[in-house]
């Protein structure tokens, strides 16, 4: 059978992907192109799901709730629309995916009924009446292109397609068949052009554009092909395909329109096309129709090529696959399928089996496709033969695979000669093969050569530039003596690698260089390179080695690089190349960082320098490196590189040398005691040049070096400077004591008096004490450093002392009058100390006047008994009016002490402190200090002095006229031990004496504040009820009677009945809180206050008789209402109506309610209820009334006060009854509201189940169904309960509910009915299924099998698996995992029960299984079970298990031959393990027949172990198949031996001859010699003839006499060489006629040298013009041209 020339190939399977199968649907999935599949997913959680071809098993989903949604073809850019709510509108919006943002959105205003994108940045959007383009670019809207067609009308678009230019469209729709053949789908198709403007009706299911090259012309004819399928009006089906040209074009040959039947076998007579799609790679159609069905035409010809049915599924979806030149298609199964020419065999299928040469030959030129070879050649010879070399020559041009664009053919060319006047058969042949594209490597060298022995080079530089030719080592070669620069781009496009390397390095293009061995992966000889490249161009030589360190493994010893440099003395090369490979500084390269370290610090130190400024370097030698900087002069890198102290040491010293800023920061990398090792050689050395150093080190690294280590190094060196130059820095970041004292002690020795007044002034860390002594021993001439020491540290007494010891007057006046005036008291008090005169101290004060501070003065002063000295200073302060307390207190103690009529000074003076005179006074006369403090309102003071004097008669009446409840409260508390005595004066002569009421009102407060009632009641009582000025006072009488009530209860009732201006209803509430409620019932009668007496009888006395008493006297509403309510909570509900009734009150509703029922006096609510509802239209009082007459059982009240207009909650009402068990109450209640639900229960609890049930079909809710349903079947009433079920059950959501009750009343059966009777339900549901088959499970396993198999596509099968397993129901188990495609499990549960078990399912099953050990489990099952059938299923699982597997585990259980069968059928696969078996089996049967076929068919095994095994075989078949098996392993010598062991002589005849081992021939030859083997040393001579020489068959025969039988390869011998002496003398002559023929072709050289005109275009000059100016040396020639060289120019290779 030929092999198909179309594949089908199933790329991916969307349901394997992920893909719900209902949604592989025209309205769900989209596939714009080859790259991306687009699937909507509806249902519970909108999403879309998108498919990358590239890796379709891990798709992208998305949650998108979108209509449609289409993927852009190139990139991850996708398309959505969806219907806006409530309207016909569609919202488009494009997302890119990748970026996650939103690029374009538009509402359209109608309905979009298709779209798709046209081409990667448009989208076509078709609607009812018209089509937009709408581009992903821009903010554009969607532009309209053209309205839709009448035809179009009523269709469903299917497709639409543009043409690549945009210029033509197409629109195709579908509608339903015409009457004559209804199930034929109609087709309708819209042409539009857009030049035009102007659209065509045509009728057609499918369109593709495409274009094509009609020969001769020089554009391509734009074409459409379109399929249709109609029916003829006499009934007949037609179906066309019609290609036409589009547009056809002016000067052009158009194209021969062409149609063609699409033949429709009878199965097919209702298919139709559904998609059509054009191969520009192979120019043919693929057509592909909704059932299946493929068809492939021709496009050129439109003649058919193949049809077969592709799937078995519907087709409804296909795009274009252009990288293949097939194209994809999707069916209802998810099946996406690639459908493609077969490359191999489509052209010996048109040739061969639809005997179309010409067409097999067209398509193979225009696909170049193989298998045109045997079609061609017999062609081109038939051409070349009759002289038509030009046909020949475009046939050889265009021949498929370049079969006839061989050296042969071209020397068929050349052997033709020219004829005068006409061109050369090759030069026409190269002319072609230009035209046609590019020229191989054989016919570019040739047409080079051509051109070069013509000096027409610039045509090369043409062809080259249009990368015409093919570029060879062999055409550079030829090129370089003519352009090397030419050349060098023909050995690059060439990969000859050794020749660019060479040409880049001549032309010193290093770096060029290196990149194209990077580029080409090549490595040259740079040794060689460097050593030619360094004499003449050092510098290209660093960059080659540059390049060779660049490499990884660099291909040269870097030592043996620099060497090459340094023996030339080229010591900046060598450094140049050395710094570039160590610039990764790696530790293995320690040693050649140290080279170019010390070539340069011998050489060039300042190179060194930089190299090691630049600190790249890590791993040199630093000790040889630091002796060797240190001998350069760098003495700085030489202290960066030493590590021993001592090296350091002897580095440092050489500052002249160094940089400061550098050493200062070397410093900073030394340890502590190294660094202090250091700075003191430093000092020791050279301490007046180096000190400035020492002291930056010291500021800089304090923290390291600690400021104590510093300082003593310092000390010892006893440079006061450094100190000064250190300390001034670290003092202002540091607060040590001691370094501030040090620095100031410093100054002042190296006389930096002003650092020392500055320091002392601003610091606050010395040591002030250490300070001050340092200062006044140092006796510096200027005093402002000790003075501001004295002055912040409070040593003023030890500075003025100082001062005036040393004679510094100006300096105390100096500090007095302008440094500090208010210490001026002190510097008084010291000078006094030191006897100072007078008169100076007095001018000093007057100095200060009003900045001198009076109070520290006078103390000072007053200390030291001098206080009338300041007379004259006060008085003149006094005299300039100042009125400072201190001024006016020192007066008023001079007047005190001189007893100058004080009192009027302390009455009159307005400015002294009460306080300060008064304590003055208390010593010398305690009535002064008393009127000092009451001037001043001193409380404190005057009750201390009279207290402590026994003033009381004056305290009291200052106590009183003050009025200040403070001072009340200070001098009536418990911890006065005066206070009696002041009660006393109060009481009897502070308050009769006063006439003020705020004052008494002030101390009755006082009193009352301070808690001392009893007190307070005896100053009431004088007040209030000894006819005082105060005895009608109310507030008076409410005082005196609340202090009775807390103080002395006794008192209250007398106090009550004499007073009449109290507050009544204040006092009362008061008395009833403090339980005086005898006396408040009689003050609340007193000012008949009725309601609150009865409060008092009910709340309080808790008296109901005496209320009732009371309220029948005073006979009130308000008051029988409040007696109500007392009765209400006492629970006498009758008596409490009665009074509610008298009082005409209805307002306590809620708690007469709340409190008959507790009572459960439901007799007397109803009376209270239907007087309340006269005045009171409340709900609740309807409510509760309709309850009671529920309660009292009088259901006829009921019932007429039902009847009656009412606020009555009846709902709330019946389902209190009902809750109560009041069932007929409540059958009244939700009758008469018809609440169906409730009026079901109720009549459940009646037991009136009919009646139940049919108010549960009134209500039809679940939970009254169940509750009818429960309690029918608690009751047995089963048919009731099945009517109730079925109503249930129809709900998912309760079907669980209902079988668990039934199951746990034990009413299997019963339940069994339920189900049964609700599978036939039109609502039944997949819980239904689901559960009636657990129930079989459970209770009938008989009847599940029948179940599953009518239901298996209802029922929720995971729930049965479960249900299966648990009640071991395997076989059913079995087949419910098949059902859910699980073929894993299944398999499993098969083999381990029995009785589940069943061959041809098991096979089916097994087959299924995703899980491959699952199939060797099923082996192993097999072979142990039932080894009969084992062949059987291996037959199945053929293309699914790994053989050598299999043949391993029959190995190990020792039943290989139970399986020959299998392993006879797979051992084509090749395979060593199923060989090998195969091989034993043969050997263990003695089949050395299907021993020697499995060797010759199959030689994947170990050939040698074989060869041995049947080498010690019995039986010589064997043995010779063991023979034959060295032969097949040249292993000749062993054949040839063990055949001479079994006397098979042929045999080894023959092995020795295929050997080809003279040695072992002759070997043979002497062995039958030796045998005397006459005929067998005859027989050897003929087979082994080539092998043997004469001479020693010569000799042997000779010698053995064996010269007849070893005549006939003598005569044999010599027939050989005179046929070869006739050769030599053939070929001889041949030369000669060569050298003729030489120079005749001499002469047509001279003939054609003007013919290469012909192979110019158009464009260029002509032979005799100059052709380019880009001669060598110009910018358009040599290397500097290269940059125009096409796409494999040196350019583009290199990036140069």
Same mark, same amino acid.
């Given at each position: 059978?030929?092999?198909?020339?179309?594949?089908?190939?199933?790329?991916?399977?969307?349901?394997?992907?992920?893909?719900?199968?209902?949604?592989?649907?025209?309205?769900?999935?989209?596939?714009?192109?080859?790259?991306?599949?687009?699937?909507?997913?509806?249902?519970?959680?909108?999403?879309?799901?998108?498919?990358?071809?590239?890796?379709?098993?891990?798709?992208?989903?998305?949650?998108?709730?979108?209509?449609?949604?289409?993927?852009?073809?190139?990139?991850?850019?996708?398309?959505?629309?969806?219907?806006?709510?409530?309207?016909?509108?569609?919202?488009?919006?494009?997302?890119?995916?990748?970026?996650?943002?939103?690029?374009?959105?538009?509402?359209?205003?109608?309905?979009?009924?298709?779209?798709?994108?046209?081409?990667?940045?448009?989208?076509?959007?078709?609607?009812?009446?018209?089509?937009?383009?709408?581009?992903?670019?821009?903010?554009?809207?969607?532009?309209?292109?053209?309205?839709?067609?009448?035809?179009?009308?009523?269709?469903?678009?299917?497709?639409?397609?543009?043409?690549?230019?945009?210029?033509?469209?197409?629109?195709?729709?579908?509608?339903?068949?015409?009457?004559?053949?209804?199930?034929?789908?109609?087709?309708?198709?819209?042409?539009?052009?857009?030049?035009?403007?102007?659209?065509?009706?045509?009728?057609?299911?499918?369109?593709?554009?495409?274009?094509?090259?009609?020969?001769?012309?020089?554009?391509?004819?734009?074409?459409?092909?379109?399929?249709?399928?109609?029916?003829?009006?006499?009934?007949?089906?037609?179906?066309?395909?019609?290609?036409?040209?589009?547009?056809?074009?002016?000067?052009?040959?158009?194209?021969?329109?062409?149609?063609?039947?699409?033949?429709?076998?009878?199965?097919?007579?209702?298919?139709?096309?559904?998609?059509?799609?054009?191969?520009?790679?192979?120019?043919?159609?693929?057509?592909?129709?909704?059932?299946?069905?493929?068809?492939?035409?021709?496009?050129?010809?439109?003649?058919?090529?193949?049809?077969?049915?592709?799937?078995?599924?519907?087709?409804?979806?296909?795009?274009?696959?252009?990288?293949?030149?097939?194209?994809?298609?999707?069916?209802?199964?998810?099946?996406?399928?690639?459908?493609?020419?077969?490359?191999?065999?489509?052209?010996?299928?048109?040739?061969?089996?639809?005997?179309?040469?010409?067409?097999?030959?067209?398509?193979?030129?225009?696909?170049?496709?193989?298998?045109?070879?045997?079609?061609?050649?017999?062609?081109?010879?038939?051409?070349?033969?009759?002289?038509?070399?030009?046909?020949?020559?475009?046939?050889?041009?265009?021949?498929?695979?370049?079969?006839?664009?061989?050296?042969?053919?071209?020397?068929?060319?050349?052997?033709?000669?020219?004829?005068?006047?006409?061109?050369?058969?090759?030069?026409?042949?190269?002319?072609?093969?230009?035209?046609?594209?590019?020229?191989?490597?054989?016919?570019?060298?040739?047409?080079?050569?051509?051109?070069?022995?013509?000096?027409?080079?610039?045509?090369?530089?043409?062809?080259?530039?249009?990368?015409?030719?093919?570029?060879?080592?062999?055409?550079?070669?030829?090129?370089?003596?003519?352009?090397?620069?030419?050349?060098?781009?023909?050995?690059?496009?060439?990969?000859?690698?050794?020749?660019?390397?060479?040409?880049?390095?001549?032309?010193?293009?290093?770096?060029?260089?290196?990149?194209?061995?990077?580029?080409?992966?090549?490595?040259?000889?740079?040794?060689?390179?460097?050593?030619?490249?360094?004499?003449?161009?050092?510098?290209?030589?660093?960059?080659?080695?540059?390049?060779?360190?660049?490499?990884?493994?660099?291909?040269?010893?870097?030592?043996?690089?620099?060497?090459?440099?340094?023996?030339?003395?080229?010591?900046?090369?060598?450094?140049?190349?050395?710094?570039?490979?160590?610039?990764?500084?790696?530790?293995? =390269?320690?040693?050649?960082?140290?080279?170019?370290?010390?070539?340069?610090?011998?050489?060039?130190?300042?190179?060194?320098?930089?190299?090691?400024?630049?600190?790249?370097?890590?791993?040199?030698?630093?000790?040889?490196?630091?002796?060797?900087?240190?001998?350069?002069?760098?003495?700085?890198?030489?202290?960066?590189?030493?590590?021993?102290?001592?090296?350091?040491?002897?580095?440092?010293?050489?500052?002249?040398?160094?940089?400061?800023?550098?050493?200062?920061?070397?410093?900073?990398?030394?340890?502590?005691?190294?660094?202090?090792?250091?700075?003191?050689?430093?000092?020791?050395?050279?301490?007046?040049?180096?000190? =400035?150093?020492?002291?930056?080190?010291?500021?800089?690294?304090?923290?390291?070096?600690?400021?104590?280590?510093?300082?003593?190094?310092?000390?010892?060196?006893?440079?006061?400077?450094?100190?000064?130059?250190?300390?001034?820095?670290?003092?202002?970041?540091?607060?040590?004591?001691?370094?501030?004292?040090?620095?100031?002690?410093?100054?002042?020795?190296?006389?930096?008096?002003?650092?020392?007044?500055?320091?002392?002034?601003?610091?606050?860390?010395?040591?002030?004490?250490?300070?001050?002594?340092?200062?006044?021993?140092?006796?510096?001439?200027?005093?402002?450093?000790?003075?501001?020491?004295?002055?912040?540290?409070?040593?003023?007494?030890?500075?003025?002392?100082?001062?005036?010891?040393?004679?510094?007057?100006?300096?105390?006046?100096?500090?007095?009058?302008?440094?500090?005036?208010?210490?001026?008291?002190?510097?008084?008090?010291?000078?006094?100390?030191?006897?100072?005169?007078?008169?100076?101290?007095?001018?000093?004060?007057?100095?200060?006047?009003?900045?001198?501070?009076?109070?520290?003065?006078?103390?000072?002063?007053?200390?030291?008994?001098?206080?009338?000295?300041?007379?004259?200073?006060?008085?003149?302060?006094?005299?300039?009016?100042?009125?400072?307390?201190?001024?006016?207190?020192?007066?008023?103690?001079?007047?005190?002490?001189?007893?100058?009529?004080?009192?009027?000074?302390?009455?009159?003076?307005?400015?002294?402190?009460?306080?300060?005179?008064?304590?003055?006074?208390?010593?010398?006369?305690?009535?002064?200090?008393?009127?000092?403090?009451?001037?001043?309102?001193?409380?404190?003071?005057?009750?201390?002095?009279?207290?402590?004097?026994?003033?009381?008669?004056?305290?009291?009446?200052?106590?009183?006229?003050?009025?200040?409840?403070?001072?009340?409260?200070?001098?009536?508390?418990?911890?006065?031990?005066?206070?009696?005595?002041?009660?006393?004066?109060?009481?009897?002569?502070?308050?009769?004496?006063?006439?003020?009421?705020?004052?008494?009102?002030?101390?009755?407060?006082?009193?009352?504040?301070?808690?001392?009632?009893?007190?307070?009641?005896?100053?009431?009582?004088?007040?209030?009820?000894?006819?005082?000025?105060?005895?009608?006072?109310?507030?008076?009488?409410?005082?005196?009677?609340?202090?009775?009530?807390?103080?002395?209860?006794?008192?209250?009732?007398?106090?009550?009945?004499?007073?009449?201006?109290?507050?009544?209803?204040?006092?009362?509430?008061?008395?009833?809180?403090?339980?005086?409620?005898?006396?408040?019932?009689?003050?609340?009668?007193?000012?008949?206050?009725?309601?609150?007496?009865?409060?008092?009888?009910?709340?309080?006395?808790?008296?109901?008789?005496?209320?009732?008493?009371?309220?029948?006297?005073?006979?009130?509403?308000?008051?029988?209402?409040?007696?109500?309510?007392?009765?209400?909570?006492?629970?006498?509900?009758?008596?409490?109506?009665?009074?509610?009734?008298?009082?005409?009150?209805?307002?306590?509703?809620?708690?007469?309610?709340?409190?008959?029922?507790?009572?459960?006096?439901?007799?007397?609510?109803?009376?209270?209820?239907?007087?309340?509802?006269?005045?009171?239209?409340?709900?609740?009082?309807?409510?509760?009334?309709?309850?009671?007459?529920?309660?009292?059982?009088?259901?006829?009240?009921?019932?007429?006060?039902?009847?009656?207009?009412?606020?009555?909650?009846?709902?709330?009402?019946?389902?209190?009854?009902?809750?109560?068990?009041?069932?007929?109450?409540?059958?009244?209640?939700?009758?008469?509201?018809?609440?169906?639900?409730?009026?079901?229960?109720?009549?459940?609890?009646?037991?009136?189940?009919?009646?139940?049930?049919?108010?549960?079909?009134?209500?039809?809710?679940?939970?009254?169904?169940?509750?009818?349903?429960?309690?029918?079947?608690?009751?047995?009433?089963?048919?009731?309960?099945?009517?109730?079920?079925?109503?249930?059950?129809?709900?998912?959501?309760?079907?669980?509910?209902?079988?668990?009750?039934?199951?746990?009343?034990?009413?299997?059966?019963?339940?069994?009915?339920?189900?049964?009777?609700?599978?036939?339900?039109?609502?039944?549901?997949?819980?239904?299924?689901?559960?009636?088959?657990?129930?079989?499970?459970?209770?009938?396993?008989?009847?599940?099998?029948?179940?599953?198999?009518?239901?298996?596509?209802?029922?929720?099968?995971?729930?049965?698996?479960?249900?299966?397993?648990?009640? =071991?129901?395997?076989?059913?188990?079995?087949?419910?995992?098949?059902?859910?495609?699980?073929?894993?499990?299944?398999?499993?549960?098969?083999?381990?029960?029995?009785?589940?078990?069943?061959?041809?399912?098991?096979?089916?099953?097994?087959?299924?299984?995703?899980?491959?050990?699952?199939?060797?489990?099923?082996?192993?099952?097999?072979?142990?079970?039932?080894?009969?059938?084992?062949?059987?299923?291996?037959?199945?699982?053929?293309?699914?298990?790994?053989?050598?597997?299999?043949?391993?585990?029959?190995?190990?259980?020792?039943?290989?031959?139970?399986?020959?069968?299998?392993?006879?059928?797979?051992?084509?696969?090749?395979?060593?393990?199923?060989?090998?078996?195969?091989?034993?089996?043969?050997?263990?049967?003695?089949?050395?027949?299907?021993?020697?076929?499995?060797?010759?068919?199959?030689?994947?095994?170990?050939?040698?172990?074989?060869?041995?095994?049947?080498?010690?075989?019995?039986?010589?078949?064997?043995?010779?198949?063991?023979?034959?098996?060295?032969?097949?392993?040249?292993?000749?010598?062993?054949?040839?031996?063990?055949?001479?062991?079994?006397?098979?002589?042929?045999?080894?005849?023959?092995?020795?001859?295929?050997?080809?081992?003279?040695?072992?021939?002759?070997?043979?030859?002497?062995?039958?010699?030796?045998?005397?083997?006459?005929?067998?040393?005859?027989?050897?001579?003929?087979?082994?003839?080539?092998?043997?020489?004469?001479?020693?068959?010569?000799?042997?025969?000779?010698?053995?006499?064996?010269?007849?039988?070893?005549?006939?390869?003598?005569?044999?011998?010599?027939?050989?060489?005179?046929?070869?002496?006739?050769?030599?003398?053939?070929?001889?002559?041949?030369?000669?006629?060569?050298?003729?023929?030489?120079?005749?072709?001499?002469?047509?050289?001279?003939?054609?040298?003007?013919?290469?005109?012909?192979?110019?275009?158009?464009?260029?000059?002509?032979?005799?013009?100059?052709?380019?100016?880009?001669?060598?040396?110009?910018?358009?020639?040599?290397?500097?041209?290269?940059?125009?060289?096409?796409?494999?120019?040196?350019?583009?290779?290199?990036?140069?």
């Amino acid at each position: 059978m030929a092999t198909p020339p179309v594949t089908v190939k199933e790329v991916v399977s969307l349901t394997s992907a992920g893909i719900i199968p209902a949604c592989i649907s025209f309205t769900n999935l989209t596939m714009e192109s080859e790259k991306f599949i687009c699937v909507r997913e509806t249902g519970v959680a909108n999403s879309v799901v998108i498919v990358d071809m590239a890796n379709p098993m891990s798709p992208m989903k998305r949650p998108i709730t979108a209509d449609s949604a289409l993927m852009n073809p190139v990139s991850k850019v996708i398309a959505l629309k969806a219907n806006v709510a409530g309207t016909t509108q569609d919202h488009l919006q494009i997302f890119n995916i990748e970026m996650k943002s939103k690029m374009k959105s538009h509402q359209m205003p109608e309905s979009v009924v298709f779209w798709r994108w046209i081409s990667p940045a448009l989208l076509g959007i078709v609607t009812n009446t018209a089509v937009y383009h709408w581009s992903m670019e821009g903010d554009a809207a969607p532009d309209k292109m053209f309205d839709r067609t009448a035809n179009l009308n009523g269709n469903q678009i299917i497709a639409y397609r543009a043409s690549n230019d945009m210029k033509w469209f197409t629109l195709i729709g579908i509608a339903p068949g015409d009457p004559a053949r209804p199930q034929l789908v109609k087709g309708n198709m819209q042409l539009y052009s857009m030049e035009q403007q102007r659209s065509q009706a045509l009728e057609a299911h499918a369109a593709a554009f495409s274009t094509h090259q009609v020969q001769g012309n020089t554009v391509k004819s734009q074409v459409v092909a379109f399929a249709q399928k109609t029916v003829q009006p006499d009934g007949q089906i037609s179906s066309k395909l019609h290609v036409i040209e589009l547009g056809a074009q002016a000067g052009q040959t158009p194209f021969t329109k062409k149609n063609a039947e699409l033949f429709f076998p009878p199965d097919f007579a209702d298919d139709f096309p559904v998609s059509m799609h054009i191969s520009e790679k192979y120019g043919v159609i693929y057509v592909v129709t909704k059932n299946g069905l493929l068809f492939v035409y021709d496009l050129e010809t439109a003649t058919a090529i193949y049809r077969n049915k592709v799937s078995n599924d519907p087709i409804f979806i296909a795009c274009g696959s252009p990288s293949t030149g097939g194209f994809y298609a999707v069916n209802r199964r998810g099946q996406v399928l690639l459908m493609n020419l077969n490359e191999a065999a489509v052209v010996p299928f048109i040739s061969g089996q639809l005997n179309n040469i010409e067409l097999a030959l067209s398509l193979a030129q225009r696909g170049n496709l193989p298998g045109a070879e045997a079609l061609v050649m017999p062609k081109f010879d038939m051409l070349f033969n009759s002289g038509n070399f030009k046909g020949a020559a475009e046939l050889a041009a265009d021949s498929p695979k370049g079969v006839l664009r061989t050296k042969e053919t071209i020397a068929r060319f050349q052997a033709v000669p020219a004829q005068p006047g006409q061109n050369s058969p090759l030069l026409q042949y190269f002319g072609i093969c230009l035209q046609r594209g590019k020229l191989n490597a054989f016919e570019a060298v040739e047409l080079a050569r051509l051109v070069l022995q013509q000096n027409k080079k610039q045509l090369l530089d043409t062809w080259m530039a249009e990368d015409k030719l093919d570029c060879s080592e062999e055409l550079g070669d030829m090129l370089q003596q003519v352009d090397p620069d030419m050349a060098l781009r023909v050995w690059i496009k060439a990969r000859a690698n050794p020749k660019v390397v060479a040409a880049l390095a001549t032309k010193g293009e290093f770096e060029k260089m290196g990149k194209y061995c990077e580029m080409a992966g090549y490595k040259p000889d740079y040794t060689y390179l460097l050593q030619s490249t360094l004499m003449h161009n050092p510098q290209g030589a660093v960059n080659i080695a540059i390049q060779i360190g660049a490499q990884n493994p660099p291909p040269l010893d870097f030592n043996t690089v620099a060497d090459l440099f340094l023996q030339r003395n080229m010591i900046r090369e060598a450094t140049s190349f050395l710094l570039d490979v160590l610039k990764n500084d790696l530790p293995e =390269q320690a040693g050649l960082q140290t080279k170019v370290l010390e070539i340069n610090l011998v050489t060039f130190p300042n190179v060194a320098d930089a190299i090691l400024a630049q600190g790249k370097l890590s791993h040199y030698d630093r000790p040889r490196v630091a002796q060797l900087c240190e001998k350069a002069g760098l003495y700085m890198r030489a202290l960066q590189h030493y590590s021993d102290v001592s090296d350091l040491k002897r580095c440092c010293v050489n500052t002249h040398a160094i940089e400061p800023q550098a050493l200062i920061e070397w410093f900073g990398t030394l340890s502590r005691e190294w660094a202090l090792d250091c700075v003191k050689e430093l000092l020791t050395v050279n301490m007046r040049q180096n000190l =400035q150093m020492v002291v930056n080190v010291c500021k800089e690294y304090t923290e390291q070096l600690t400021a104590e280590s510093i300082i003593a190094l310092l000390e010892n060196f006893k440079t006061y400077e450094g100190l000064f130059l250190y300390l001034g820095a670290y003092i202002t970041t540091n607060e040590d004591s001691e370094a501030h004292f040090k620095y100031i002690e410093a100054a002042a020795k190296t006389g930096q008096i002003k650092e020392v007044e500055r320091v002392t002034r601003e610091s606050n860390f010395y040591d002030p004490e250490k300070a001050k002594v340092f200062l006044m021993e140092a006796k510096l001439p200027d005093a402002r450093p000790l003075i501001n020491v004295c002055d912040r540290f409070n040593f003023v007494g030890d500075l003025a002392a100082y001062l005036y010891q040393n004679n510094m007057m100006r300096y105390i006046e100096g500090y007095v009058q302008k440094v500090n005036p208010s210490n001026a008291p002190l510097v008084v008090g010291a000078l006094l100390d030191q006897e100072c005169p007078e008169d100076f101290l007095k001018n000093l004060i007057l100095s200060v006047r009003s900045l001198l501070p009076v109070g520290p003065l006078v103390e000072e002063v007053g200390k030291r008994n001098r206080l009338k000295m300041l007379t004259p200073f006060l008085e003149h302060l006094v005299s300039e009016g100042s009125t400072d307390a201190q001024v006016h207190n020192a007066l008023g103690m001079i007047l005190i002490d001189s007893n100058s009529n004080p009192e009027h000074f302390l009455t009159t003076n307005e400015h002294y402190d009460s306080k300060v005179i008064g304590k003055y006074c208390e010593k010398r006369d305690p009535n002064l200090a008393c009127v000092a403090y009451k001037r001043g309102s001193c409380d404190v003071e005057l009750v201390e002095v009279t207290n402590k004097n026994s003033l009381f008669k004056v305290q009291s009446r200052y106590v009183v006229e003050r009025m200040n409840t403070d001072l009340w409260e200070h001098v009536l508390s418990d911890d006065n031990p005066h206070r009696r005595q002041l009660i006393d004066q109060v009481v009897s002569t502070a308050l009769p004496e006063s006439k003020n009421p705020e004052q008494v009102s002030v101390t009755v407060k006082a009193f009352m504040t301070a808690e001392m009632p009893q007190e307070l009641i005896e100053l009431l009582e004088k007040i209030v009820l000894q006819n005082s000025a105060f005895s009608n006072n109310p507030n008076l009488q409410n005082l005196l009677i609340l202090t009775a009530i807390k103080a002395d209860k006794t008192r209250v009732m007398d106090y009550v009945n004499r007073l009449d201006a109290f507050n009544g209803p204040e006092v009362g509430e008061i008395a009833v809180g403090n339980e005086l409620y005898e006396e408040a019932l009689c003050i609340f009668k007193k000012f008949d206050l009725h309601v609150d007496a009865m409060k008092v009888l009910l709340e309080s006395i808790e008296s109901l008789e005496r209320g009732v008493e009371y309220a029948t006297k005073v006979d009130l509403p308000e008051v029988w209402s409040q007696l109500a309510k007392a009765q209400v909570a006492h629970g006498d509900v009758g008596a409490a109506v009665a009074s509610y009734i008298k009082a005409q009150d209805s307002s306590d509703y809620s708690a007469v309610i709340d409190v008959a029922k507790r009572c459960d006096d439901y007799d007397a609510l109803v009376k209270y209820l239907v007087m309340t509802r006269k005045k009171v239209k409340e709900a609740r009082v309807d409510t509760e009334l309709c309850y009671a007459y529920a309660r009292v059982n009088s259901l006829g009240d009921l019932e007429e006060f039902i009847a009656m207009p009412n606020a009555a909650n009846r709902t709330t009402v019946g389902d209190r009854c009902f809750d109560e068990g009041l069932y007929e109450a409540s059958k009244v209640l939700y009758t008469s509201d018809s609440n169906w639900g409730r009026l079901s229960s109720t009549l459940v609890k009646l037991h009136q189940f009919q009646a139940a049930v049919d108010a549960a079909r009134k209500a039809n809710t679940s939970r009254t169904w169940k509750e009818v349903c429960f309690a029918c079947v608690d009751e047995d009433e089963f048919r009731l309960a099945q009517l109730c079920g079925l109503n249930i059950i129809v709900q998912a959501d309760e079907l669980e509910e209902i079988s668990d009750y039934y199951q746990g009343c034990g009413k299997f059966q019963e339940l069994l009915s339920l189900m049964e009777a609700g599978v036939g339900l039109e609502r039944a549901h997949m819980g239904i299924f689901t559960e009636l088959g657990i129930l079989y499970a459970k209770h009938r396993p008989e009847k599940l099998m029948e179940h599953l198999k009518l239901f298996s596509t209802r029922v929720n099968i995971p729930r049965l698996i479960r249900a299966c397993e648990e009640m =071991q129901a395997w076989k059913e188990l079995s087949f419910l995992y098949v059902a859910y495609d699980e073929y894993d499990n299944a398999a499993g549960v098969m083999m381990q029960h029995p009785d589940a078990w069943e061959h041809v399912a098991f096979k089916d099953v097994c087959v299924k299984c995703a899980n491959v050990e699952v199939y060797y489990k099923a082996l192993t099952f097999y072979l142990h079970d039932h080894p009969t059938q084992l062949n059987d299923l291996l037959t199945v699982l053929t293309s699914r298990i790994d053989h050598s597997r299999v043949v391993d585990l029959l190995r190990k259980a020792g039943h290989l031959s139970l399986v020959k069968p299998y392993l006879s059928a797979v051992q084509i696969t090749n395979l060593n393990a199923v060989n090998d078996a195969v091989n034993q089996m043969c050997i263990e049967e003695e089949d050395f027949e299907g021993l020697r076929h499995s060797i010759d068919m199959y030689d994947n095994f170990d050939q040698i172990s074989l060869a041995l095994r049947c080498e010690k075989h019995e039986l010589m078949e064997f043995r010779r198949i063991a023979s034959y098996i060295y032969q097949k392993n040249n292993r000749w010598k062993q054949s040839v031996e063990l055949a001479k062991k079994d006397g098979l002589f042929k045999d080894s005849m023959e092995a020795a001859a295929q050997s080809g081992d003279r040695a072992i021939a002759e070997e043979l030859l002497t062995f039958f010699v030796a045998e005397k083997n006459k005929e067998c040393f005859s027989a050897c001579l003929y087979t082994c003839y080539d092998l043997l020489r004469p001479d020693v068959v010569f000799e042997l025969a000779w010698m053995n006499g064996l010269m007849d039988f070893a005549m006939p390869y003598v005569i044999q011998f010599m027939r050989e060489y005179t046929g070869k002496v006739d050769t030599l003398i053939a070929d001889k002559k041949e030369r000669n006629a060569e050298k003729v023929t030489a120079a005749k072709e001499a002469q047509e050289q001279q003939m054609n040298q003007n013919m290469y005109a012909q192979l110019l275009p158009a464009a260029l000059p002509a032979p005799g013009m100059e052709y380019n100016q880009a001669g060598p040396g110009t910018p358009g020639g040599g290397m500097g041209g290269m940059q125009g060289v096409g796409g494999g120019g040196y350019m583009q290779v290199g990036g140069y």
